[in-house]
């Protein structure tokens, strides 16, 4: 129980500082003690402190969610080949700018004297205290965009979570209904041949038809639920909830890898490579999967021995990278050009363990949803409540949650396909949490020593393909949203474009590379 006491806590530290209106100048006293980040030396002297272990379980639990699910699509969009080896390459690059974060944020704590900083915190500090007068006046302005990104993000996955939690249990219903109407039909063709002389006519009796709803009635059932859970303001209370869904999707996991290597199929129905044109959408879907960023300051700020972090990082996400790359190749060789948005739904319903992996599944994302929201939520409502008498505080955020709440539930509505909604958030907001924040955080931070050639194209380089792959990925999703039967050919034309772009930025980096100092991008994206 006090690991997942630990587990609630480590969301807290995402939000420091939300009002993002005091500057390095506040002194601590002046601040509540409950937001302010936790020492290291705290820490190593405290029960409160995490260890090695339970730092490597939480990377695992704050990245293996309903992207992973996802993934066999995104192969599907990039090619048995070809989807694979950039989900391997993408990893590795999101792992690299985790320890970018983490480097920033050691050399301004050792720079300012200050206590271990958050997300934000690192890249309004990083600017504030930059050579550059221009980054030092947008330093307010860099810690909102990244507050502005967290909530986009992690309102985005409670968007996805509604759409995930409506479409497989809209299936577990109509999979039951089928089987009782399959009953039922073989029980009426056993009395009318076995029970009744040939001779005598029976009218037909046909069995009902299944009870299909709307998917959006789903979401609209779901709704009161998931409010009253956001409505639970400590997270501490429901560390047993927490235990249950890693339990529930841990076993739903297992389940769904006992199924898929149960045949490969055909390599050779499969495509090696997909069109350019799709690749945006495997590079939504890929980046919304490694959704961790967010926690691994927090959980670095709360170790005993943070020295040691960068080897839970290391191997948490290696772990992450193998299990993200074999669940996609083998869901994908296994249910081949049908694979859906989540892979939980291409589950049969012939089968009840099939059926319990839903449940099971679903009540996990059901859990997760008030652990995603709790960012937002602080984020936004503490700014509002200042505002107001304390005899309104506590109505009006229950209120602002619910509309929050309603507010996801609205995304979901507009947009009810989960591989959608996926790769549009992952391209959105992943991509500049993940892929394009770091690296240029990277060059403020060190901008008054000279840069290394190889840093310097290293972290343009990874940043603009983040960039393009924004807007790439933003472009082609929304045009599938708005035209879901068949793209106009500008659309598919520009998300080639863009795709060439990305390549040609690749290959101008690493030439110009080779000219500054001899040493390739590639060779300095390493885990460490």
């Known amino acids: 129980m006090p690991s997942q006491q630990i587990d609630m806590e480590l969301m807290t530290p995402l939000m420091e500082n939300p009002g993002g209106g005091q500057e390095e100048e506040d002194s601590e006293g002046d601040q509540d003690p409950d937001l302010l980040p936790v020492r ?79 997300y934000s915190d690192t890249v309004a500090f990083s600017m504030e205290h930059s050579s550059y007068q221009c980054f030092r006046k947008s330093a307010r302005f860099g810690r909102h965009l990244v507050n502005f990104f967290l909530v986009l993000t992690q309102l985005g996955f409670c968007s996805a979570y509604f759409v995930f939690l409506a479409e497989n249990i809209k299936q577990v219903v109509e999979g039951y209904q089928g089987v009782n109407i399959t009953l039922a039909d073989e029980s009426l063709s056993f009395a009318n041949t076995s029970m009744v002389p040939a001779l005598v006519p029976l009218p037909t009796m046909v069995p009902s038809e299944p009870w299909a709803l709307d998917l959006r009635l789903y979401m609209l059932f779901f709704l009161p639920f998931l409010i009253l859970l956001v409505f639970m303001k400590d997270l501490k209370n429901m560390a047993v909830l927490s235990l249950l869904a890693n339990v529930c999707m841990a076993v739903s996991v297992i389940i769904i890898f006992q199924y898929i290597t149960t045949d490969f199929g055909d390599l050779q129905r499969l495509p090696l490579t997909s069109p350019l044109a799709k690749f945006p959408f495997f590079f939504g879907t890929a980046i919304f999967a490694f959704e961790g960023i967010g926690v691994v300051l927090p959980l670095e700020n709360q170790m005993k021995e943070p020295k040691r972090f960068p080897m839970a990082l290391n191997i948490g996400m290696g772990i992450t990278i193998v299990l993200y790359v074999v669940l996609a190749t083998l869901g994908y060789l296994h249910f081949g050009d049908d694979i859906k948005g989540s892979i939980t739904l291409n589950l049969p319903h012939n089968a009840w363990t099939n059926q319990m992996v839903k449940i099971l599944y679903s009540f996990g994302v059901f859990v997760s949803f008030a652990i995603q929201f709790f960012v937002p939520a602080e984020i936004m409502i503490p700014p509002v409540q200042a505002r107001l008498r304390e005899s309104w505080r506590t109505p009006c955020e229950m209120i602002l949650r619910g509309l929050l709440v309603c507010l996801t539930f609205s995304f979901a509505v507009l947009i009810p396909r989960l591989d959608l909604v996926i790769s549009l958030v992952g391209a959105v907001s992943s991509s500049a949490l993940a892929l394009v924040f770091p690296p240029l955080v990277e060059l403020i931070t060190f901008s008054d020593r000279p840069l290394k050639p190889a840093m310097l194209v290293k972290d343009l380089l990874i940043a603009v393909v983040g960039f393009i792959g924004f807007l790439a990925g933003t472009y082609v999703t929304l045009a599938e949203i708005i035209s879901p039967e068949e793209p106009p050919e500008v659309i598919r034309e520009a998300a080639q474009k863009l795709t060439v772009a990305a390549a040609t930025a690749v290959a101008g980096a690493l030439r110009m590379s080779e000219e500054l100092g001899g040493t390739t991008p590639t060779a300095a994206v390493t885990l460490g």
């Open 40 to 118: 290291h030396q705290e820490l190593g002297n405290s029960h409160q402190g995490i260890t090695f272990t339970q730092a490597l379980i939480h990377l695992l639990k704050g990245n293996i969610g309903t992207g992973l699910l996802g993934l066999p699509l995104a192969v599907r969009n990039a090619g048995v080949i070809v989807g694979p080896l950039c989900l391997v390459l993408m990893g590795v690059v999101c792992v690299h700018c985790m320890h970018i974060l983490v480097h920033c944020s050691h050399h301004l704590c050792e720079r300012l004297k200050r206590p271990p900083m958050g």
